[in-house]
C-alpha cells in the first residue's frame, strides 16, 4: 500500500530495477507477493504499487477469471516460491465485468468473450441498475474469486497454518487508489 501512496502521489522510487537486482535475480527470485490482475493495460501490478524485479509474481486475465493456467501460476508462486500473500485486484471500469452485464441479459458476445462473462455471472446483482449493477459486479467478483482460492486444498492449508493471507482490493482508475475490498 505505500508504493501504491507512491505511485498516486507522482513519487514513484522504482525500486529493484538497478543491473545489481538484475543480475541476482539470475539466480532465482523471491516475490513478497502474488497479484491476481485484470489483463487491462492500464494497471500493471508493478507499477501501481511501485515495485520493482522480483518483486511480485503478476498472474493476470482479464476480468480476474480463474482458470487452470491462472490458478496454476497463483499456486506456484505459493507453493513452490513460498509467497506469503495473494492480492485478487479488481478494477472500475472492467470491460470484463461490463460485457458480462448486458450478456446475462441475452446479449451476443464472441466465444472467447463469453467464456469470461459466464465466469463472472455469479457476480452480477440483477437488483441493481445497469450503472451500479457493473461497480458492484467488479467489487463482487473480486470476493468471490478470493473465496474460490481461499477454499483450493493446498493454498486452505497455508491459510490454516497462518503462512498464507488472501486479500481483495480494488483499483480505482480516476483517484489511482488501491483500497481494500472486505
Given at each position: 500500500m505505500a508504493g501504491n501512496r507512491r505511485w498516486r502521489t507522482f513519487h514513484e522510487s522504482h525500486p529493484d530495477r538497478t543491473g545489481n537486482v538484475r543480475r541476482a535475480l539470475?539466480?532465482?527470485?523471491?516475490?513478497?507477493?502474488?497479484?491476481?490482475?485484470?489483463?487491462?493495460?492500464?494497471?500493471?501490478?508493478?507499477?501501481i504499487f511501485d515495485q520493482g524485479l522480483g518483486d511480485l509474481l503478476t498472474a493476470r486475465s482479464a476480468g480476474e477469471v480463474l482458470d487452470e493456467a491462472v490458478l496454476g501460476s497463483i499456486a506456484y508462486g505459493v507453493l513452490e516460491l513460498g509467497v506469503p500473500l495473494i492480492v485478487v485486484l479488481g478494477h472500475q471500469g472492467c470491460g470484463a465485468v461490463a460485457a458480462a452485464v448486458p450478456a446475462e441479459a441475452g446479449g451476443a458476445l464472441q466465444a472467447h468473450i463469453r467464456y469470461l462473462a459466464e465466469r463472472i455471472r455469479s457476480a452480477i446483482d440483477h437488483g441493481l441498475e445497469a450503472k451500479a449493477r457493473i461497480g458492484a459486479a467488479v467489487t463482487e467478483n473480486v470476493r468471490q474469486v478470493r473465496?474460490?482460492?481461499?477454499?483450493?486444498?493446498?493454498?486452505?492449508?497455508?491459510?490454516?497454518?497462518?503462512?498464507?493471507?488472501?486479500?481483495?482490493?480494488?483499483?480505482?482508475?480516476?483517484?489511482?487508489?488501491?483500497?481494500?475490498?472486505?
Open positions: 539470475v539466480g532465482g527470485q523471491h516475490p513478497f507477493a502474488v497479484v491476481l490482475g485484470c489483463a487491462d493495460s492500464r494497471l500493471p501490478p508493478e507499477l473465496a474460490r482460492l481461499t477454499a483450493e486444498p493446498d493454498l486452505a492449508a497455508r491459510i490454516a497454518d497462518g503462512w498464507l493471507d488472501i486479500v481483495s482490493a480494488h483499483y480505482e482508475l480516476t483517484s489511482q487508489l488501491v483500497r481494500k475490498v472486505p
